[in-house]
């Protein structure tokens, strides 16, 4: 009896961990599963239909790319490509800008710890605060940099309503506003660096600057690719600066893709989340082929 | 012979001291660059005529007039504002914790058919962009009538797999003789999971709780969508300085006294935990 | 063996009721934010009905508006309670879009140029017979030019509270002896007299985005222009007069040089308050906050003529827009008591809008601008006849066929040399695609 009895229980108990351990899982997948999985494939869904929910297979998607009756294709491809330039222009300046502070902490000058802190401060406000407060210093006529401007006898610069001074203000403001996160993240992974390998460059008689550009910089590719990636995720995310600072102006030149769609989400949440679809599925490319360069680099 | 390292050593020192004074001098020029326009801002919430005295960054009239404005206006209740971003944000990261920490257990720790198969899964989703999402959220909560609704903004964020992953790696770094010893001691999972794995891990939820914190009291995106149909008393601090922005506003000064109110609170707590801040930053970076 | 399996179950129970615990706790947390504003548990007195009321009111009217609520719930205190809740316009709107049929409230004001495209997506229903049962309102005791806009064969859309226009404001101690201008030419002259770039006094400064749609659209119709065709809603602004109404606002910046360049939304209203301004045009409701700066020293005058040098009616017409009383669609019942206690309720702000007159706004009620509550009110009567206070056609795309040309009036304003026709042309065409988006779209 016993000799029967044993493995059904140890079965029986292997189950009840198997089970246990799953349990753990329950209330973070069933969050998951409605507020993602379930939404995932329903705006899949919702992207093949029309304003009565019938089902009308890639018309949004033509419509969107290439029917020129409707506003919103014109919209679209426009703040994709403003959101394209945004990204293109603030991803470097989000990395190389982050790198140099960075790489001037990594030297530990007096009070770098405090210098450290006070550049980061400004990732920890919020993006209305942020603009408000930068709106009042960029307005023409009653802004801070035109009282200055104008003090020095320079001719006015309408910097939120003309380009290219509407984009170099979201720059400014962008960078501003979160370049601290990439100097920390990048600062550590210069404090990783072990510094006998500065000494043994410096023996070897190469200028700092040298030993930055050949040592310092090819340890930190890593760390690099992960700011990187994150930073250009995050610029496709692009909306709150350009919706509040510039109301997408002049001349929609600042209205990214972001705006464009969350002004179809209420009247038209169908076209809205091909939109959507389409913007991220550009966002998986690049990420996809980021990983694959990362990777080469690697190999 | 022996001088010679010694030699190198005296200039590479002369060198690093020139590198610090040139590192020194070049962060505070940064430094004072970035602070400027909040000099500025702080300094014309408290000038009696904002609108005339625009250049000076210390007021040339004083005057707490545009606080009392702000305070009083029944339009602009900012102090309603952060305490509903406080509450949001903190309830929010508290049951973020809990829920990624049970899950971080699940996926790291206990050992259960299908597991890895669905911790792959979790992997992928990683890679989709939040934007496809936000058309579909907006229909999911309008069909749950969860519009406007603090839930809406507290609800969708607990199903997030970044910090998720992060606690589960801080998990799997508990040695595994310290799990099997409790086992013998007859501990079971959830004793194992809250005695032994939660107490070794408290950095994990400070970076998670932090990084989860912040990012909840910065969203603007979401909260304005789902937030669409509130008085304005029930906005987040985001939503309602949004509003204090849109508004057609002549209060100039009101309106800085307006984004100095609201930055207050954070940079308080940033200025009391920033080195905690800066070193979950610093994690999230190295980990993922 | 046994005793650990007991743990485990205990463990995996105490889980469990923690996690709903703390559900349940966030769930409270919710519930403390009422699910939707206006919900005010206590406050409903038994047998009272509760109407909800959105607007887009805000600023000084809002002070206004709100003790004229507070006084009607005194007035209908057990019987009706109005709940109001405003909010900036564009937040206004898509609050409406986002929460009707579900979460939406009973009774909004929308403005004038929208209702008829808000019926026609079924955000509002038309107030038809079956709401007069215990009281009536005559559509004909509304401004007329309003109220044409509002008629449907299935009743009447809505209820107008006011028109209001925009008017031109001016600084008394700047302006001085001067005779106040009657037509465009004078208008720039005196300005050009007054403009000091020495102390930074300008004649008028004007925004290049806002309130470009009230002066850009007076300026059209002054011109003798017409904004849209409103039985297609196609755009008609690309005329004669729509380019020469586009040129008069470029001329005050960059040929008579009385406004500084590229003002942002409200830099005119700063300049104007600080005392760096002679002339001021801006939307009537600004009248309460500017009286409280300037006091004595504010002036105000009619547009009415002002933005052409024609002689002719149409030369005197100003734009307006109206606030609109709407009942909106819900899928709660709408009984037969709240039927009632919506026409009870607009009936009495019209009755009692003389007092809205005190914001500064014209009510469209036009017994309540025979009342001596309005002829006393201060400045209301310099704004011009009502009778020339022109509010949109009523086109159901009237904001696809129309209002995309402001963004195009704005780059025209932003240079000396923009192609003016170029720009409307594009604006055109770009409406035209709106209104076929709008519809098919």
Sequence with gaps: MESFEKPVLHKLTVFKKQFYGFLFAVPFLAIFALFFIYPFFSGIAVSFTNRKGEWVGFQNYYNILFNKDFVYQSDFLRGLGNTLLFVAISVPLLIVIPLFIAILLDIKPAGYKFFRALLFMPTVFSISAVVLMWKRVLEVETGFVDAALKAMGMSQIDFLGSQPWAWISLFVVTVWWTMGTNIVILGAGLKNIDKTVYEAAAIDGASYLKTVFTITLPLLAGQIVVVLIMTILASFNIYGQPLLLTAGGPERTTQVALMVIVSNLFDRPYVAASMALLLGLIMIAISLIQAAFARRRND | MEKKPQKYKAKFNIGERRRKIVALVLLILISLLCVLPLLWAFGTSFKKNALTDIMSIIPREFSFDNYIKLFSDENSPVLRWLLNSFMVSGVHTVLYLIVAALAGYAFGVAKWKGRDVVFGLLLATAMVPSVINLVPLYKLITSMNLNGNVLALILPGLGGVLYMMLIRQYFMSVPKELIEAAQLEGLGQFGIFLRIIVPLCSSAFMVAGMMTFIGSWNDYLWPSIAMAGVESKYLTLPLGIAKLLGDNNIQYGMTMAGAITSMLPTLIVYLILQNKIIESVANTGSKS | ?441
């Design chain 3, 1 to 441: 063996m046994k005793l650990k399996k007991f743990w485990l179950s205990l463990a995996a129970v105490a889980m469990a009721a923690a996690m709903s615990l703390s559900l349940v706790a966030c769930g409270e947390g919710g519930g403390e934010e009422p699910e939707k504003g206006g919900e005010n548990p206590g406050q409903t007195v038994t047998g009272s009905v509760s109407l909800k009321l959105w607007t887009p009111v805000t600023g000084a009217d809002l002070t206004v508006f709100n003790r004229m609520i507070t006084r009607f719930n005194q007035a209908y205190e057990g019987q009706i309670h109005v709940d109001h809740q405003s909010n900036v316009r564009d937040t206004h709107y898509n609050n409406l879009k986002n929460n009707i049929p579900n979460n939406g409230p009973d009774i909004a004001i929308i403005h004038s140029q929208l209702v008829k495209n808000y019926a026609e997506k079924e955000y509002i229903v038309p107030i038809d017979d079956s709401f007069f049962t215990k009281e009536t309102i005559d559509p004909n005791g509304y401004q007329q030019n309003v109220m044409s806009t509002l008629k449907t064969e299935d009743g009447v859309l809505g209820f107008p509270l006011d028109v209001h226009p925009i008017v031109l404001y001016y600084n008394k101690s700047i302006v001085g002896d001067n005779p106040l201008p009657k037509n465009f030419t004078e208008l720039m002259t005196l300005a050009q007299k007054l403009t000091n770039s020495s102390q930074g006094v300008w004649g008028l400064p004007i925004s290049t985005l806002w309130p470009t749609e009230f002066t850009y659209t007076t300026a059209l119709y002054q011109e003798g222009g017409e904004e849209i065709d409103t039985a297609t809603s196609q755009p008609k602004f690309n005329s004669d007069a729509g380019a020469a109404a586009a040129e008069h606002l470029r001329d005050i910046i960059y040929k008579y040089k009385v406004s500084p360049e590229n003002l942002g939304t409200d830099a005119d209203l700063q300049l104007f308050t600080t005392g760096k301004a002679a002339f001021h045009i801006q939307g009537c409701w600004q009248l309460s906050s500017l009286m409280e700066i300037f006091g004595d020293d504010l002036g105000v005058m009619s547009l009415s003529g002002m933005l052409t040098d024609k002689t002719d009616a149409a030369s005197k017409y100003v734009m307006a827009r109206s606030h609109v009383f709407c009942v909106a669609k819900t899928k709660r019942a709408l009984s037969q008591r709240k039927k009632e206690a919506i026409v009870t309720f607009i009936k009495w702000m019209g009755e009692n809008s003389a007092e809205w007159s005190t914001a500064g706004q014209i009510p469209a009620f036009n017994a309540a601008r025979e009342s001596d509550t309005f002829k006393n009110a201060p400045y209301v009567s310099l704004y011009g006849d009502p009778a020339n206070f022109r509010t949109a056609a009523s086109a159901t795309y009237f904001e696809s066929g129309y209002e995309t040309v402001f963004q195009y009036v704005t780059t025209i304003m932003k240079s000396a040399d923009s192609d003016i026709r170029g720009e409307l042309t594009k604006a055109e065409e770009e409406a035209k695609r709106a209104v076929s988006t709008e519809m098919y779209g």
